[in-house]
C-alpha cells in the first residue's frame, strides 16, 4: 500500500510539472521545414530548395533576390512576419514561466514527504536550475538576444516539445535513483503517524489539495497564454497560405501545420 501511494505521489508531481510545461497543444502545431530567427532576421528553408528571407522591414527575398509585391501580398509578408515575430517570445516565455511553476509543484510534493532542505530537494533544485540554464543557452545569445534555430530541434512541433519529454525523463530517473530515500522518509513520515495509512494518506490529500489552490492561478495563466499563442500562430498558418498561393517562388513555403482547426479570416 505505501508504494503504491508514494508512486502515485510521484506520478502526479510529474503529471503537473509536464501539464505546465507544455502550452496548449490543441493546436497540434508543427513545423514542416527549418526556420532561423535572429535580430530580426527571419529565414526559412522551403521545400522546394529555396531560401525565403523578411527581415525587421518587412522586406522579402527569395534566394537571396528581392521580390516585387503587391500591396496584398506586402500586407500577407507583414502578417506572417509580425505573428511569428510575436509567437517566439511568446513561446519562451510560456517555457520559462512552466519550469517555474513545475519547480515548485514537484519540489513541494517530495519536500513534504522527505522535508525541505534534504538531498532530494537540493537534487530537484540542481534540475530545475540546469533546465533554466539549458533554455538559456538553447534560445538566447550573450547579449539576450532571441535565437532559433528549428534544425536543431529533435521534434517537428512549434518550438522543440521533446522539452517536456525530457523533462519527464530526468524526474523519473531522480526518483528511481533516489528511491531508497524516499521509502526510508514514507517509513518515517508512517511512524510519525502512528502507523496510520488512512492518516497519512489524508494529510496528503490535503497538502495536495493546498498545493493546487496556490498553482491554479498560475496554470490559469498559462493556460491563457497558451490559447493567445495558439490564436497568434493560426494566423501565420493564414498568412503563409496566402503568400504561397499569390506570390511567384512560394509556392514550396508551408512551414506552420496547423491541423483541426478552422479556416481564420483576417
Not at 14 to 43: F, K
Request: hydrophobic residues 40%.
Amino acid at each position: 500500500m505505501s508504494n503504491k501511494l508514494l508512486l502515485s505521489v510521484a506520478v502526479t508531481g510529474a503529471l503537473l510539472s509536464g501539464q505546465v510545461l507544455a502550452h496548449d497543444n490543441s493546436c497540434d502545431i508543427e513545423l514542416d521545414g527549418q526556420l532561423q530567427y535572429y535580430q530580426g532576421d527571419l529565414t526559412v528553408n522551403m521545400d522546394n530548395g529555396s531560401i525565403l528571407n523578411i527581415n525587421s522591414n518587412r522586406d522579402l527575398t527569395v534566394n537571396g533576390e528581392t521580390v516585387a509585391l503587391t500591396k496584398d501580398q506586402q500586407s500577407y509578408v507583414n502578417d506572417y512576419y509580425n505573428s511569428i515575430d510575436t509567437a517566439i517570445p511568446m513561446t519562451l516565455t510560456i517555457a520559462s514561466e512552466g519550469l517555474e511553476v513545475a519547480s515548485v509543484a514537484v519540489t513541494e510534493v517530495f519536500g513534504e514527504l522527505l522535508g525541505s532542505g534534504s538531498d532530494l530537494d537540493n537534487d530537484f533544485q540542481a534540475l530545475f536550475d540546469s533546465l533554466d540554464q539549458k533554455l538559456a543557452r538553447s534560445f538566447y545569445d550573450d547579449a539576450g538576444n532571441i535565437r532559433v534555430d528549428s534544425s536543431k530541434f529533435d521534434e517537428p512541433g512549434w518550438f522543440d516539445e521533446s522539452w517536456e519529454a525530457e523533462f519527464e525523463e530526468q524526474i523519473e530517473s531522480l526518483i528511481s535513483e533516489s528511491m531508497g530515500r524516499i521509502l526510508i522518509a514514507l517509513g518515517t513520515q508512517m511512524l510519525w503517524e502512528g502507523g496510520d495509512m488512512s492518516e497519512f494518506e489524508q494529510k496528503m490529500e490535503r497538502f495536495g489539495d493546498d498545493l493546487e489552490y496556490r498553482l491554479e492561478a498560475k496554470a490559469a495563466s498559462l493556460e491563457e497564454k497558451g490559447n493567445a499563442l495558439c490564436d497568434v500562430l493560426k494566423k501565420a498558418d493564414y498568412a503563409e497560405s496566402k503568400m504561397q498561393a499569390s506570390i511567384p517562388g512560394l509556392d514550396g513555403l508551408n512551414l506552420i501545420e496547423l491541423e483541426g482547426h478552422s479556416e481564420l479570416r483576417m
